[in-house]
């Protein structure tokens, strides 16, 4: 399998808790590496640009409120099948789907408050790492 790169976001809800270092920790024990990593305040402007597939949506404003209501910690990981691997350790986006184990299991409030977010496709990947990164901010 080849080594790819995903975008990771630790929500607000997560950061209010102070789990970042947990979440981390489920990555990394996992075979991720974290070869970015930036703690921001999104704005309004940045939140509904990042999700602008989601903007016909019922759920959108609710998202942008939610995603500005604290920091975020962006993140860029680095492995084997990166993309996959980390949706598979957040689990599913509804916590109540999520499996045993994952971190949207045992981290997440809710369907929108569900701690962490992860790119779902290397195309999606590139474009959501291009968002909050440059090239250069990236140390493999
Ligand atoms: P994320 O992986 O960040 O991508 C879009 C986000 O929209 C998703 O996680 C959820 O946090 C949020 N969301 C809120 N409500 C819904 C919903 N009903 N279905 C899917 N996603 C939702």
Same mark, same amino acid.
């Given at each position: 399998?080849?080594?790819? &790169?995903? =975008?990771?976001?630790?929500?607000?809800? !997560?950061?209010?808790?102070?789990?970042?270092? *947990?979440?981390?920790?489920? /990555?990394?024990?996992?075979?991720?590496?974290?070869?970015?990593? &930036?703690? =921001?305040?999104?704005?309004?402007?940045? !939140?509904?640009?990042?999700?602008?597939?989601? *903007?016909?949506?019922?759920? /959108?404003?609710?998202?942008?409120?939610?995603?500005?209501?604290?920091?975020?910690?962006?993140?860029?990981?680095?492995?084997?099948?990166?993309?996959?691997?980390?949706r598979e350790i957040m689990g599913a986006t509804n916590p109540a789907n999520a499996d045993e184990g994952t971190i949207r299991k045992d981290f997440a409030?809710?369907v929108?408050?569900n701690s962490v977010?992860?790119?779902?496709?290397?195309?999606?990947?590139?474009?959501?790492?291009?968002?909050?990164?440059?090239?250069?901010?990236?140390?493999?």
């Amino acid at each position: 399998m080849a080594v790819e &790169r995903t =975008l990771s976001i630790i929500k607000p809800d !997560a950061t209010r808790r102070n789990l970042t270092g *947990k979440i981390n920790a489920r /990555f990394e024990d996992n075979g991720l590496r974290i070869v970015a990593q &930036r703690r =921001l305040q999104l704005t309004r402007v940045q !939140a509904e640009a990042f999700y602008g597939v989601h *903007k016909e949506r019922s759920f /959108f404003n609710d998202l942008c409120d939610f995603m500005t209501s604290g920091p975020v910690v962006a993140q860029v990981f680095e492995g084997e099948g990166a993309v996959a691997k980390n949706r598979e350790i957040m689990g599913a986006t509804n916590p109540a789907n999520a499996d045993e184990g994952t971190i949207r299991k045992d981290f997440a409030e809710s369907v929108e408050a569900n701690s962490v977010h992860g790119s779902d496709s290397p195309e999606n990947a590139a474009i959501e790492i291009a968002f909050f990164f440059a090239e250069t901010d990236i140390v493999g």
